[in-house]
Structure formats: structure tokens, C-alpha cells
């Protein structure tokens, strides 16, 4: 169970080859509409905070909305590796747009 607010949850496959499924949550909201998301290995027994992500990203600047959607992309750098794409929703200058990759532990 994620203790926390999200805007998207996502399973990313087995990014850390240990027979247990990972997956990555993002908040949209988060200080003042930045955006932020975090990756979590499994397995995952009990309630889950942002305390113990294995990684986190977070946008750049308030209303970019980074995490607004995430989307799973394959191991796009080969087994052993979760890549996912996110993007913002009110981003004014130009669209936020990224593609990021779990390495192999």
C-alpha cells in the first residue's frame, strides 16, 4: 500500500532482476504544482512512503505539473532495465516531456 498522494502509478517491470515486480508513483501536485515522482524496487510488504523510493525525479519549476501521466516503455536499454515516459499537463513554455531508465542494480 503507497501512504501519499498520486497522480499516477505504474508497474515497471523487474528493473532489479529479483523476481519481484517494481513500480514507479508520481504526485502532479507536488510543491506548488512542480511535480515529482518516485521509483520503488519490490517487493513491497506493508505501507510505503516517499522515504523509501529507490530513486526520485521532480520538475523543474511551479505548474509544470511533471508526473501528470506516466507510462511503462519497455526495457528500451536491454534486460534487467524499466524505462517509463512522463509529461506535465500545464506546462506554458513548451510541453514536459521525458523518458527515463531504471538501471540494473
Do not use: C
Not at 498522494?5 to 506548488?32: C, E, K, Q, R
Not at 515522482?37 to 529507490?54: E, I, K, N, S
Amino acid at each position: 500500500m503507497f501512504l501519499g498522494t498520486a497522480s499516477s502509478l505504474i508497474g515497471v517491470g523487474d528493473a532489479n532482476l529479483d523476481g519481484s515486480g517494481d513500480f514507479v508513483v508520481s504526485d502532479a501536485g507536488w510543491n506548488d504544482d512542480t511535480g515529482k515522482m518516485w521509483a520503488y524496487l519490490g517487493p513491497v510488504d506493508g505501507a510505503t512512503t516517499v522515504d523509501d523510493a529507490y530513486a526520485s525525479w521532480q520538475g523543474e519549476y511551479p505548474g509544470s505539473t511533471f508526473g501528470f501521466r506516466i507510462s511503462a516503455a519497455g526495457s528500451a536499454a536491454g534486460p534487467g532495465t524499466a524505462s517509463f515516459l512522463t509529461g506535465g499537463l500545464h506546462d506554458e513554455s513548451a510541453p514536459v516531456t521525458a523518458v527515463f531508465v531504471l538501471p540494473v542494480l
